[in-house]
């Protein structure tokens, strides 16, 4: 692999706007960002980009008076600089890493990969890793925030509020004093709607996004270096950005939700993440290749079915 090819294409720019809104979801504000991108090629011409995250410090959660218990308390937290998708993982980029194709409810080479479980998340990253020599993984709950946030304060990355020109989400309800926007009643393709300032994607809404960090209650204790918060007091995991079946206040940046690792869902997705761009030995993951290689349980399939079914 010629390293200094993905040298020089990671260090080329790539050019976008970012738009503001107040709380009537009307844009205010206009700007051309630039941001830094890494692209992995992976089979058949399908290529994954990681966008280069500025490490800085924020204020993760919300404040009292606004969003869940479960976000607060508020806390900074300092994030060294790491790489993160640009859109959630896609069903062509599934397909050139994995073996196996999951229950899409929403098809399209373009969509996100969706009815994924946290297990089938982490075993595309260690998958992805064998294949590249890299040490993807998914992001810490922290390090999604952050790079959500992308040094803004307000409940969405575009402001106050939210609608349905910017996200995929409910549209029939409203978070402020937007108009009801429209209902699409699944995915859309990565990308259709406008980044935020560090020239991530999707971010809010269209599916929920794993992070690696077991679930807790509230941020009591939590770390304040970015890194996974593990622990052996639970088994469920975390899920951040909200979704095309969500209110708009399920998809603010705060927003947390918790589920079981063995499940998906027709709107659970998700990103990968990198520390460096450094090479390590392949050796080290190969031994997880037969878990990133199990089929889904057949009875775990036809079930998903079903409730896919009577979702529709």
């Given at each position: 692999?010629?390293?200094?090819l993905?040298?020089?294409?990671?260090?080329?720019?790539f050019?976008?706007?970012?738009?503001?809104?107040d709380?009537?979801?009307?844009?205010t504000?206009?700007?051309?960002?630039?941001?830094?991108?890494f692209?992995?090629n992976l089979?058949?011409?399908i290529?994954?980009?990681?966008v280069?995250i500025?490490?800085?410090?924020f204020?993760?959660?919300?404040?009292?008076?606004?969003?869940?218990?479960?976000?607060?308390?508020?806390?900074?937290v300092?994030?060294?600089?790491?790489?993160?998708?640009?859109?959630?993982v896609?069903?062509?980029?599934?397909?050139?890493?994995m073996?196996?194709?999951?229950?899409?409810r929403?098809?399209?080479?373009?969509?996100?990969?969706?009815?994924?479980?946290?297990?089938d998340?982490?075993?595309?990253?260690?998958?992805?890793?064998?294949?590249?020599?890299?040490?993807?993984?998914?992001?810490?709950?922290?390090?999604?925030?952050?790079?959500?946030?992308?040094r803004?304060?307000?409940?969405?990355y575009?402001g106050?509020?939210?609608?349905?020109?910017?996200?995929?989400?409910?549209?029939?309800?409203?978070?402020?004093?937007?108009?009801?926007?429209?209902y699409r009643?699944?995915?859309?393709?990565?990308?259709?709607?406008?980044?935020?300032?560090?020239?991530?994607?999707?971010?809010?809404g269209?599916?929920?996004?794993?992070c690696?960090?077991t679930?807790?209650?509230?941020?009591?204790g939590?770390?304040?270096?970015?890194?996974?918060?593990?622990?052996?007091?639970g088994?469920?995991?975390?899920?951040?950005?909200?979704?095309?079946?969500?209110?708009?206040?399920?998809?603010?940046?705060?927003?947390?939700?918790?589920h079981?690792?063995?499940?998906g869902?027709?709107f659970?997705?998700?990103?990968?993440?990198?520390t460096?761009?450094?090479?390590?030995?392949?050796?080290?993951?190969w031994?997880?290749?037969?878990?990133?290689?199990?089929?889904?349980?057949?009875?775990?399939?036809v079930?998903?079915?079903?409730?896919?079914?009577?979702?529709?």
């Open positions: 692999m010629d390293n200094s993905f040298e020089e294409r990671s260090n080329q720019g050019e976008f706007e970012v738009v503001t809104v709380g009537l979801g009307q844009i504000e206009r700007q051309k960002h630039t941001a830094t991108q692209i992995e089979d058949a011409g290529s994954l980009e990681m280069v500025p490490g800085g410090t204020i993760m959660g919300s404040q009292a008076g606004h969003g869940y218990e479960d976000e607060r308390p508020q806390h900074s300092r994030i060294p600089s790491f790489l993160m998708g640009k859109y959630p896609t069903q062509e980029q599934w397909e050139a890493v073996e196996w194709t999951p229950p899409y929403c098809r399209g080479a373009r969509r996100p990969a969706d009815g994924v479980s946290w297990h998340a982490t075993g595309f990253c260690e998958r992805l890793s064998a294949m590249t020599g890299r040490d993807y993984h998914l992001p810490s709950e922290a390090e999604w925030e952050y790079a959500c946030r992308a803004t304060m307000t409940p969405f575009f106050e509020t939210i609608t349905t020109d910017l996200a995929n989400y409910v549209g029939e309800y409203i978070y402020r004093s937007e108009p009801q926007g429209i009643h699944g995915t859309t393709e990565v990308g259709s709607f406008p980044p935020n300032a560090f020239g991530l994607y999707d971010m809010h269209n599916v929920w996004e794993w690696a960090d679930w807790r209650d509230n941020y009591v939590a770390p304040v270096d970015g890194r996974i918060w593990e622990s052996r007091a088994s469920e995991r975390v899920l951040r950005g909200g979704c095309w079946h969500d209110t708009p206040g399920l998809c603010r940046s705060a927003a947390r939700l918790k079981i690792p063995t499940e869902e027709d659970f997705g998700f990103r990968v993440a990198l460096s761009l450094e090479q390590n030995s392949v050796s080290a993951v031994h997880n290749r037969g878990q990133a290689d199990q089929r889904m349980d057949p009875t775990r399939r079930a998903r079915r079903i409730r896919t079914w009577f979702r529709r």
